[in-house]
């Protein structure tokens, strides 16, 4: 008992925090703790906390993300727990609210969602990874049921926690959903007698006309990109050059200090 009533740095302070939470709170509350401990000095006693620069954070905070309302409600978590162990004289919670935004010029126009090609793969993936965050939504709402049983919502960090990962799911959803509404697949199946032209899916070589050199590339949708394997989007600077181009064609990929001028050896699908 005598050690709690030692001042401890902002540190050690998230340390005691986060251990006295359960495994779903402690992961849901230590990424926003640490960097708020991380911004104003692990080091730093408790005593040199400010109103004013808590309200500093939660300010850089609500212009830097599009969402934060449950990330505070994390952080005012960890803010009242070391009021409540007397290390602070008064609640710094009450200072951590979300700035006010002010519309963009431009908020209006809403540009048009563009098709984007994906293979019969990468859409599959990507359906099955809608039902497998529906799943993991229907979870999180039990959580969230569960945890209101405790009326107090102030503190209840498990509470807190289970919104912050819904609202997360919630968002991967609807980005998904969107995509799949404008996704196009493209069918690789080539008649015979049909010139050959590059499409989402297919492997080509490309001949470096300055230096000789091939590259190898698979040209994929932006969900299966995977560079280190030579998977490249089709959105990408040679993914758009190549699009459409039949064997042999030469294309020029522009790049910030020169024009690239390539030569398509190869398609294969």
Known sequence: ???????????????????????????????????????????????????????????????????????????????????????????????LKVARKSAPVMAQRRPRSRPVSETRQGVEDMRRELAELKKKRLKTVEEIRLAAADKDFRENAPFHAAREQLSHIDGCIKQLEARLKTVVVVDRNREAGQSIKVVVGDSIILRDLASGEELNYTIVGPKEVDPARGRISSASPIGRAVMGRALGEEIIVAVPAAKLRYRIENISC
């Not at 005691?16 to 992961?27: G, H, N, P, Q």
């Open 1 to 95: 008992m005598d050690n709690e009533k030692l001042e401890p740095n902002l540190s050690e302070a998230a340390g005691i925090f986060l251990t006295s939470l359960d495994e779903v709170a402690r992961e849901a509350v230590r990424p926003v703790v640490l960097r708020f401990i991380t911004w104003y000095g692990r080091e730093k006693p408790l005593s040199t906390l400010s109103a004013p620069e808590v309200a500093r954070f939660a300010e850089q905070m609500s212009r830097a993300e599009v969402d934060i309302t449950g990330k505070l409600a994390l952080l005012r978590s960890f803010l009242g727990f070391i009021y409540k162990k007397g290390w602070l004289n008064s609640n710094m919670a009450i200072h």
